[in-house]
């Protein structure tokens, strides 16, 4: 067996060589590779699936393993994916807490004509909390756009959007009951073992356009239920890791991106750059080829790029008045979360990959165990508005069709009620939508029972769900794997089905 | 000596040294099954001890390093980074152990209402940056990776690692140029030179002689590199204070502290350089 190769890919052509002859040498080429800002594909048959299996990236072995580091390979350029696809960047807006399914996309009529009844048919044999007697949904469902798609009173603006929508009404999120492993499971994979988040995975997979700017933003996550691993990258390298801006105990207004605020003078700090750019530079002349140490040089260039550009991304005043009235800036309830999908466009617009946008502990939650009606009132008044504009915004800017827009939360709530007024978590089924990114709109798949309780028809999973995502980013989740501890890792591990229908 | 180091099955490598391997095994029998009496072994042999080469100077029989005629260049781990920043700018609190750092994290957290969940301490906390003991009395909470861990590839707590990978990317080097941590660091650094520099100071410190930094030059790169700096280096650096001396100008600010902020600058460079984190 060949050994493996230091780094994860292994370069098309002897780089070696090539600087060998180069008058540029190592420090031009690390800076251009790191520094480009076009999208630089990857030749096709260099897909992740053909990367040499890792845990082997250069010198990284603690006790001095014989892995020498020869080659440098930018682990956030670029890369083509397995085939063309319709989605080239994610937005994953993700509801804490759980969305009740029954009084938002997944209308039961039965449930209002059995309000206080027994469910008549077995309760799981788990429940997280015993729960009553049915209770129907305090909110109206109607009919929407062409399409007819049923969205709930509680979301009027998103409905106007529902043609752009793709509701899965048969998630299941198997027997994860509770908000920590159930978050982990939307998120990785895997609500028991430490797995790559999904944003993670898609970084692996893609790269990222913008060098600028992280390839992967996580707005507001929360501490809670999973913490930093529900944006982490397990095993996969530390650059596949979201970046963090801000956490869900921090209002959003005073969310910063870490690591960005300069410690120092700007005009002291690029004097700073260029001493330690000369040492450096003229380190790795005398030490000898190390690629290692020439992407170092140009990271701290990269890192003082991203410290000067970002805030521009960052910056929402440079959106006109209209734009921020329409998203819900700077008014209740709306400005916290409209303020982050409107970051979210911006960061889209901007090259970023993968953006996930929080709505999350503590201080946001769908978890109504008690007072649903003005736990959800509350929390669709928040979102419904940012999230419409988004949506309307991103199409009008013509994103919509290249970017993904999901919509999902942890687990659903229990059709059954828990006290007089609450609903229970509910894994059994459940809904979450996506728009945009090659998605049919405008449809519902999958159907529950008439009680709302359990998948009756087309149970989405969540290695389904997961496959089915990758899919529209042109990543076959079969090929996009990862060599840890002796065996291949996937986002889905050993299952998972596209669901075809829903591609437009 | 096997390279696939989360593997010894029948998928994994061959040991590239199996006598040598063979040696070692009976060796850790014979101590008793002491772990730290065969690092010990393994570190301070003369194959361990060998200089980094670069693979250009590798023969062509090695060209991957795999039968040591030379070692790789290693980047220290975050923990050892962390320590060496600590130790060489003079802030290293050596004292084994801290209950208080636990009862740090969770007094905040109570403080934040979450009781006794040190996970909902936000991965940036300030206690993060401003811990100065060494790195593995630093609490790792399950859940909270600090940012410092997470972006130098430290392993992820909720699983077993055998190799960390090794990553390079733009958000370490940010850490490096903004953090607290390497701020506060290099300030002591710079305070500590400073202060040790003989004569006064601080009497006329703009109008010092490029000879008079030339002892405390010497003294940084000795103390954070392991070395005399070069001529060249001397000429560079004074070039940098001359630079960045009148740069630092702020009437708010007294001279003695524009000159501070100078040297914490280039100390700060010596820190962020490569030669600090990669071993020869």
Not at chain 1, 87 to 95: G, H, N, P
Not at chain 1, 105 to 127: C, H, S, T, V, Y
Not at chain 2, 199 to 224: F, I, K, N
Not at chain 2, 245 to 272: F, I, N
């Given at each position: 067996m060949p050994?493996?190769t230091?780094?994860?890919?292994s370069?098309?052509?002897?780089?070696?060589?090539?600087?060998a002859?180069?008058?540029?040498?190592?420090?031009?080429?690390?800076?251009h590779?790191?520094?480009?800002?076009?999208a630089?594909?990857?030749?096709?048959?260099?897909?992740?699936?053909?990367?040499?299996?890792?845990g082997?990236?250069?010198?990284?072995?603690?006790?001095g393993?014989?892995?020498?580091?020869?080659?440098?390979?930018d682990?956030?350029?670029?890369?083509?994916?397995?085939?063309?696809?319709?989605a080239?960047?994610?937005?994953?807006l993700?509801m804490?807490?759980?969305?009740?399914?029954v009084?938002?996309?997944?209308?039961?009529?039965?449930l209002a004509?059995?309000?206080?009844?027994?469910l008549?048919?077995?309760?799981p044999?788990?429940?997280?909390?015993?729960?009553g007697n049915?209770?129907?949904?305090?909110?109206?469902?109607?009919?929407h756009?062409?399409?007819?798609?049923?969205?709930?009173?509680?979301?009027?603006?998103?409905?106007?959007r529902?043609?752009?929508?793709c509701?899965?009404?048969?998630?299941?999120?198997?027997?994860?009951?509770?908000h920590?492993?159930?978050?982990?499971?939307?998120?990785?994979?895997?609500?028991v073992?430490?797995?790559?988040?999904?944003?993670?995975?898609?970084?692996?997979?893609?790269?990222?356009?913008n060098?600028?700017?992280?390839?992967f933003?996580?707005?507001?996550?929360?501490?809670y239920?999973?913490?930093?691993?529900n944006?982490?990258?397990?095993?996969?390298p530390?650059?596949?890791?979201?970046?963090?801006?801000?956490?869900?105990g921090?209002?959003?207004?005073?969310a910063?991106?870490?690591?960005?605020v300069p410690?120092?003078?700007?005009?002291r700090?690029?004097?700073?750059?260029?001493?330690?750019?000369?040492?450096?530079?003229?380190?790795a002349?005398?030490?000898?080829?190390?690629?290692?140490?020439d992407?170092?040089?140009?990271?701290?260039?990269m890192?003082?790029?991203?410290?000067s550009?970002?805030?521009?991304?960052f910056?929402?005043?440079?959106?006109?008045?209209?734009t921020?009235?329409?998203?819900?800036?700077d008014?209740?309830?709306t400005?916290?979360?409209?303020?982050?999908?409107?970051?979210?466009?911006?960061c889209?617009?901007?090259?970023v990959r993968?953006?996930q946008?929080?709505?999350s502990y503590?201080?946001?939650?769908?978890?109504?165990?008690g007072?649903?009606?003005?736990?959800?009132?509350?929390?669709?008044?928040?979102?419904?508005?940012?999230?419409?504009?988004?949506?309307?915004?991103?199409r009008?800017r013509?994103?919509?069709?290249?970017?993904?827009?999901?919509?999902?939360t942890?687990?659903?709530?229990?059709?059954?009620?828990?006290?007089?007024?609450g609903?229970?978590?509910?894994?059994?089924?459940?809904?979450?939508?996506?728009?945009?990114?090659?998605?049919?709109?405008?449809?519902?798949?999958g159907?529950t029972d008439?009680f709302?309780?359990?998948?009756?028809?087309?149970k989405?999973?969540m290695?389904?769900?997961?496959?089915?995502?990758?899919?529209l980013?042109?990543?076959?989740h079969?090929?996009?794997?990862?060599?840890h501890?002796?065996?291949d890792?996937?986002?889905t591990?050993v299952?998972?089905?596209?669901i075809?229908?829903?591609?437009? | 000596l096997?390279?696939?180091?989360?593997?010894?099955?029948?998928?994994?490598?061959?040991?590239?040294?199996?006598?040598?391997?063979?040696?070692?095994?009976g060796?850790?029998?014979?101590?008793?099954?002491?772990?730290k009496?065969?690092?010990?072994?393994?570190?301070?042999?003369?194959?361990?001890?060998q200089?980094?080469?670069?693979?250009?100077t590798?023969q062509p029989?090695?060209a991957?390093?795999?039968?040591?005629?030379?070692?790789?260049?290693?980047?220290l781990?975050?923990e050892?980074?962390?320590?060496?920043?600590?130790?060489?700018?003079?802030?290293?609190?050596?004292?084994?152990?801290?209950?208080?750092s636990?009862?740090y994290?969770i007094?905040?957290?109570?403080g934040?209402?979450?009781?006794?969940?040190?996970?909902?301490?936000?991965?940036?906390?300030?206690?993060?940056?401003?811990?100065?003991?060494?790195?593995?009395?630093?609490?790792?909470?399950?859940?909270?990776?600090?940012d410092v861990?997470?972006?130098?590839?430290?392993?992820?707590?909720n699983?077993?690692?055998?190799?960390?990978n090794?990553?390079?990317?733009?958000?370490?080097?940010?850490?490096l140029l903004?953090?607290?941590?390497v701020?506060?660091?290099s300030?002591?650094?710079?305070?500590?030179?400073?202060?040790?520099?003989?004569?006064?100071?601080?009497?006329?410190?703009?109008?010092?002689?490029?000879?008079?930094?030339r002892p405390?030059l010497?003294?940084?790169?000795?103390?954070?590199?392991?070395?005399?700096?070069?001529?060249?280096?001397l000429?560079e650096?004074?070039?940098f204070?001359?630079?960045?001396?009148?740069?630092?100008?702020?009437?708010?600010?007294?001279?003695?502290?524009q000159?501070?902020?100078?040297w914490?600058?280039?100390?700060?460079?010596?820190?962020?350089s490569n030669?600090?984190?990669?071993?020869?």
């Amino acid at each position: 067996m060949p050994r493996p190769t230091a780094v994860p890919c292994s370069a098309p052509f002897s780089r070696r060589d090539w600087l060998a002859t180069s008058a540029l040498g190592f420090g031009q080429l690390a800076l251009h590779a790191l520094l480009s800002d076009e999208a630089r594909a990857e030749s096709p048959g260099q897909s992740p699936a053909n990367l040499p299996p890792a845990g082997n990236v250069a010198g990284g072995d603690p006790a001095g393993g014989p892995a020498v580091a020869t080659g440098f390979r930018d682990p956030l350029a670029p890369r083509a994916p397995h085939f063309p696809a319709t989605a080239r960047q994610v937005i994953f807006l993700f509801m804490h807490g759980g969305v009740s399914h029954v009084d938002t996309f997944d209308p039961k009529p039965r449930l209002a004509e059995l309000n206080g009844q027994p469910l008549p048919i077995a309760k799981p044999k788990f429940e997280f909390a015993p729960t009553g007697n049915l209770l129907a949904s305090p909110w109206k469902f109607q009919k929407h756009g062409e399409s007819g798609l049923e969205i709930s009173e509680l979301f009027p603006q998103l409905a106007t959007r529902a043609d752009d929508l793709c509701v899965l009404r048969s998630m299941n999120g198997g027997d994860q009951v509770s908000h920590g492993p159930a978050l982990l499971n939307i998120n990785t994979g895997s609500g028991v073992f430490a797995r790559p988040c999904l944003g993670a995975w898609t970084l692996y997979g893609l790269g990222s356009d913008n060098r600028n700017l992280p390839g992967f933003l996580s707005l507001s996550p929360s501490l809670y239920h999973g913490g930093t691993q529900n944006y982490g990258s397990a095993f996969l390298p530390a650059s596949f890791q979201g970046t963090r801006v801000g956490d869900g105990g921090t209002p959003f207004p005073q969310a910063r991106l870490a690591g960005l605020v300069p410690g120092d003078r700007p005009d002291r700090q690029r004097l700073q750059l260029d001493l330690l750019a000369r040492r450096n530079r003229r380190h790795a002349d005398a030490v000898g080829g190390d690629a290692r140490l020439d992407a170092r040089i140009a990271s701290f260039e990269m890192a003082y790029r991203m410290q000067s550009q970002a805030p521009v991304v960052f910056d929402l005043s440079q959106e006109t008045a209209g734009t921020l009235a329409r998203y819900g800036v700077d008014r209740e309830p709306t400005d916290e979360f409209a303020r982050q999908c409107l970051l979210a466009r911006r960061c889209i617009e901007a090259g970023v990959r993968f953006v996930q946008v929080n709505f999350s502990y503590p201080r946001n939650y769908w978890d109504a165990h008690g007072d649903l009606r003005n736990n959800h009132t509350s929390n669709a008044a928040k979102v419904d508005q940012p999230i419409a504009t988004l949506l309307a915004d991103l199409r009008e800017r013509g994103l919509l069709d290249s970017t993904l827009v999901v919509f999902g939360t942890e687990f659903g709530r229990t059709p059954a009620a828990q006290g007089n007024d609450g609903r229970d978590h509910h894994p059994h089924a459940f809904s979450v939508w996506l728009a945009g990114g090659g998605v049919r709109g405008g449809i519902a798949y999958g159907q529950t029972d008439d009680f709302g309780y359990y998948v009756q028809e087309n149970k989405v999973t969540m290695p389904d769900f997961h496959a089915t995502l990758l899919h529209l980013l042109g990543l076959d989740h079969e090929r996009l794997t990862y060599r840890h501890a002796g065996r291949d890792y996937r986002l889905t591990d050993v299952s998972g089905q596209v669901i075809d229908q829903i591609l437009a | 000596l096997v390279a696939t180091s989360d593997n010894f099955g029948t998928r994994g490598e061959r040991p590239t040294h199996p006598e040598l391997l063979d040696w070692l095994a009976g060796e850790f029998v014979a101590s008793g099954f002491r772990l730290k009496s065969l690092r010990r072994l393994l570190v301070t042999s003369a194959t361990y001890r060998q200089q980094a080469v670069s693979d250009r100077t590798l023969q062509p029989a090695d060209a991957e390093g795999r039968w040591l005629a030379g070692l790789p260049r290693r980047r220290l781990s975050v923990e050892q980074f962390r320590d060496a920043l600590l130790a060489v700018t003079g802030r290293l609190d050596l004292r084994a152990g801290s209950n208080e750092s636990g009862e740090y994290l969770i007094d905040k957290a109570e403080g934040i209402g979450a009781k006794i969940r040190p996970n909902r301490v936000a991965a940036d906390d300030p206690f993060y940056t401003t811990f100065i003991q060494r790195t593995i009395y630093l609490p790792v909470v399950r859940n909270m990776l600090p940012d410092v861990l997470a972006l130098f590839d430290a392993a992820d707590p909720n699983s077993v690692t055998a190799v960390r990978n090794e990553t390079t990317v733009a958000p370490q080097s940010l850490f490096l140029l903004n953090s607290p941590l390497v701020r506060e660091s290099s300030l002591a650094f710079a305070r500590q030179l400073l202060t040790a520099s003989a004569g006064p100071a601080d009497a006329a410190p703009l109008a010092r002689s490029e000879e008079d930094d030339r002892p405390l030059l010497v003294r940084a790169h000795r103390q954070a590199l392991g070395r005399e700096p070069t001529p060249e280096e001397l000429a560079e650096a004074r070039a940098f204070l001359a630079a960045a001396l009148p740069l630092a100008a702020d009437p708010a600010t007294s001279v003695a502290d524009q000159r501070l902020a100078a040297w914490q600058s280039l100390c700060q460079a010596l820190l962020c350089s490569n030669e600090f984190l990669y071993l020869e």
